[in-house]
């Protein structure tokens, strides 16, 4: 057997960890302080929830969900994105009837069978947040204020916010048609996906990267020339909120989203910190999507982060790796006794506290305290022992002091976490 992950599966190891406990302790607190609460949903899914809810003639359902049959027969699937799921749980379990208005957020792997490539793996990450039950423009500017102000908070900088309007049920079926005609006319042009997506589902071509295919996109109409006048006020307004609020945005009408329930206003924010733009998430309102999965009309709106592409972008100069405060050093059996009582008490006390297990010489234990990168070793030795003493050594400016062990715990609560 070959000791291997399947292929677009991934570990984060230890040494890349920090970065993520990082990204979700700013998710929890920026959400939270926005009102969110978390929600918990299940891995797997009835396939009926996403065929229905993403739609039929998306890329994820056509190709991309990782779908089996259990063994009673019913057809499941490892959730591809989490907003459909947690509209279920919304509806299943009533939320509602308490109050109309669910502000939830998730974090946690999502699955797709896409080609993987550098920075992206058939299960990948995201942290979701989600508004349901409101249809006013302002929570449209309120959850792209959190967005912007989360992703600052995780230090991205030179942040451009895009804007877009993708219509209603109302108005978007006669751009269908507008859409429909135009690429009928440049079929010759379109890819063998796209031919196919003039018939099911128009709007997709936008999201196409076959050469030809961007070439015909150019020039074809845009759905914001289209929108009704309620969608337009919406957007309007939308804008107007995200004004007041001090954003700035820009409007990007060749913005579609991939999925079908995407309604309204529809956001993207990209990076310029590295040199080229690179689109860090998006996100929209989906007014369709209950109606689709449950039968109540109930509005929507929330975004989805890729975390791995998130921290791909994060900024280089940022320490997260977490080393041990403390080496501790033993000589003799004695000093083997006192190190390992003393580890354990500084374990209790949250001071992560290594030693060496293997009787090795005090050589062979300070240069692994230095491969550990720990701040200060604690040397034990059988004479300072007997005079209820230890060596404290500063790992940096290798300095070294003679301190009792009476009060030990005290002097290293202070020394490394500060209290
Ligand atoms: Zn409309
Ligand atoms: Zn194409």
Redesign the pocket.
């Known amino acids: 057997m070959e000791t291997k992950a399947i292929r677009g599966f991934n570990d984060v190891l230890p040494d890349e960890i920090g970065k993520w406990q990082f990204v979700e302790k700013t998710a929890r607190e920026v959400f939270e302080g926005f009102g969110f609460s978390e929600i918990r949903i299940p891995i797997l899914e009835k396939t009926e929830l996403f065929t229905r809810g993403i739609g039929e003639a998306t890329d994820i359902v056509e190709k991309e969900m990782y779908t089996f049959t259990d063994r009673s027969g019913n057809s499941l699937t490892l959730r591809p994105e989490a907003t459909a799921s947690m509209a279920r749980a919304y509806l299943e379990h009533q939320m509602y009837a308490f109050d109309p208005v669910a502000k939830l957020y998730c974090m946690g792997p999502m699955f797709r069978y896409e080609r993987p490539q550098k920075g992206r793996y058939r299960q990948f990450n995201q942290i979701d947040a989600e508004v349901f039950g409101v249809g006013n423009p302002m929570v449209d500017a309120e959850v792209i204020i959190m967005l912007i102000h989360f992703l600052e908070g995780v230090g991205m900088g030179n942040l451009e916010l895009q804007l877009n309007s993708l219509g209603c049920r109302e108005c978007r079926p006669r751009y269908r048609e507008e859409l429909k005609k135009f690429f009928a006319g440049k079929s010759a042009q379109?890819?063998e996906?796209?031919q196919r997506r003039l018939q099911t589902n128009p709007l997709r071509?936008f999201d196409?990267k076959?050469e030809t295919?961007k070439e015909a996109i150019a020039d074809a109409p845009r759905v914001i020339d289209f929108i009704c006048p309620e969608c337009q006020k919406h957007f309007d307004q939308v804008k107007e909120y995200l004004a007041m609020a001090g954003l700035t945005y820009v409007l990007n009408p060749r913005m579609v989203r991939g999925l079908d329930y995407y309604t309204r206003t529809a956001f993207e924010v990209v990076s310029y910190s590295l040199g080229a733009q690179n689109a860090v998430t998006g996100g929209g309102r989906y007014d369709n999507l209950f109606q689709e999965i449950g039968g109540l009309d109930i509005p929507g709106i929330g975004f989805a982060i890729g975390v791995e592409r998130l921290i791909s972008l994060l900024p280089k100069e940022k320490e997260f790796i977490q080393v041990p405060h403390l080496f501790v050093a033993a000589l003799g059996e004695e000093g083997y006794r006192e190190a390992y009582k003393l580890v354990n008490q500084l374990h209790l006390q949250g001071i992560r506290a290594e030693l060496d297990y293997e009787g090795k010489s005090l050589k062979s234990q300070m240069r692994r305290a230095d491969k550990l990168k720990v701040r200060y070793t604690l040397i034990l030795g059988e004479n300072e022992l007997r005079q209820g003493r230890v060596v404290l050594r500063n790992m940096e400016d290798k300095s070294q002091e003679e301190v009792p062990i009476d009060g030990l715990s005290l002097l290293l609560r202070s020394k490394l976490l500060g209290h």
């Open positions: 379109l890819c996906d796209c071509i196409c076959v295919c």
